[in-house]
């Protein structure tokens, strides 16, 4: 029943903002003439790798000249990709993902293998689950570069504090999950809901 609703709305999504996503392309290219879409391999579920549609909100190479992370102020960052990313539409494009079945709309935001790499085996119970657009996790950091941007090592701070609250957060969830559930985390996402306490 999940997957056919994931399938459906992910669908009807893309149709519905198939006018927002060419104008959002457009301005991408317009800006800086680089590519539109930025595809990085993440981990799905049963620990499959796939790669994850965005709009690209970086300039072109920023995963050979920076961390993998993304601090506050990060000056890779595009103009226009800053406001993307304050809007989250630069995840819109993960609706073919979940067309295509590597991802849904809820469930927990699939990383980098190089972080699933140090889950230990509790942790890595997450990598049973379908990864989403969004999860309780996500709400929960929403300013996760702020965060990180007040520690001196973030990407330690995000690999012993952060992720571990994020993957207890979804395996908490996940036990309790249902269609009616995730459709409040969409409703919470969207800012027309108050997110379950974490």
């Not at 999950?177 to 027309?192: D, E, M, P, S």
Request: charged residues 25%; aromatic residues 8%.
């Amino acid at each position: 029943m999940t997957r056919l609703f994931d399938f459906l709305g992910a669908l009807l999504g893309l149709v519905l903002l198939s006018p927002g996503l060419l104008l959002i392309a457009a301005i991408i290219k317009l800006a800086d003439r680089g590519p539109v879409f930025y595809r990085q391999v993440r981990v799905g579920r049963e620990g499959r790798l796939f790669r994850i549609w965005k709009f690209r909100t970086m300039v072109v190479g920023a995963d050979r000249i920076g961390r993998s992370l993304t601090v506050g102020g990060d000056p890779r960052v595009t103009r226009v990709g800053a406001y993307l990313r304050r809007w989250k539409l630069d995840e819109l494009p993960q609706l073919l993902n979940v067309v295509t079945g590597e991802m849904g709309f809820v469930g927990p935001r699939p990383e980098v293998p190089r972080y699933v790499a140090l889950y230990t085996e509790t942790q890595r119970r997450v990598l049973d689950l379908r990864p989403g657009i969004t999860d309780l996790a996500s709400i929960a950091y929403r300013n996760e570069s702020d965060l990180l941007d007040g520690h001196e090592d973030p990407e330690a701070h995000y690999i012993r504090t952060i992720l571990p609250d994020k993957i207890r957060i979804n395996l908490d969830y996940a036990a309790k999950a249902g269609v009616w559930r995730n459709f409040k985390v969409i409703l919470a996402t969207l800012g027309l809901l108050a997110p379950e306490r974490v």
